[in-house]
């Protein structure tokens, strides 16, 4: 089942909130993080984790609807809703965690490096409109599968 990417990017603030250190996560940072959830899933259950595209811009991945919603905090953190809440399967719900567990420990910048090495955004033209394919996710990511 396919879920709303700004219900996704609100799960991704909201385990960022509950950690030890309680910062804040950047639109910047969230735009990896849906990135690298997004490839997971369809590597994994062979399903998007959600239906919004994924664009190759120049800091990285980025979907456009979520950058749009969040685009007023700047480089500030920023809040999730806690009314909203996403009800993953089990299985679900283990994959995001592990995804968030290797990828949430780097800082926004450090994701987009890496990224930036991926051939899922190398190998597509940089700018608003230009889609990662979820195919080509798909591909990259089944190698990252352990």
Same mark, same amino acid.
């Not at 909203?84 to 089990?90: A, G, I, R, T």
């Not at 290797?102 to 910048?109: F, L, P």
């Given at each position: 089942m396919a879920y709303n990417a700004l219900d996704i990017a609100n799960e991704l603030l909201r385990l960022a909130e509950n950690e030890d250190e309680g &910062?804040?996560?950047t639109n910047l940072k969230l735009q990896k993080m849906l990135y690298y959830q997004q490839g997971f899933h369809l590597a994994y259950f062979d399903t998007p984790l959600f239906e919004e595209e994924v664009e190759a811009w120049m800091y990285g991945p980025v979907v456009p609807e979520v950058y749009d919603a969040y685009d007023g905090y700047g480089r500030n953190g920023i809040e999730s809703n806690p009314e =909203?809440?996403? /009800?993953? /399967? &089990?299985e679900e719900w283990r994959l995001f965690l592990k995804v968030y567990e #290797?990828?949430?420990?780097?800082?926004? #910048?450090g994701l987009m490096n890496m990224t930036h090495e991926e051939p899922t955004w190398? $190998?597509?033209p940089k700018g608003h409109g230009s889609v990662i394919s979820k195919e080509s996710? =798909? @591909?990259?990511? =089944?190698? @990252?599968? $352990?």
């Open positions: &910062d804040l996560m =909203k809440e996403v /009800s993953f /399967s &089990d #290797i990828y949430g420990q780097y800082s926004a #910048i190398l $190998n597509v996710m =798909k @591909r990259f990511f =089944k190698t @990252r599968l $352990n």
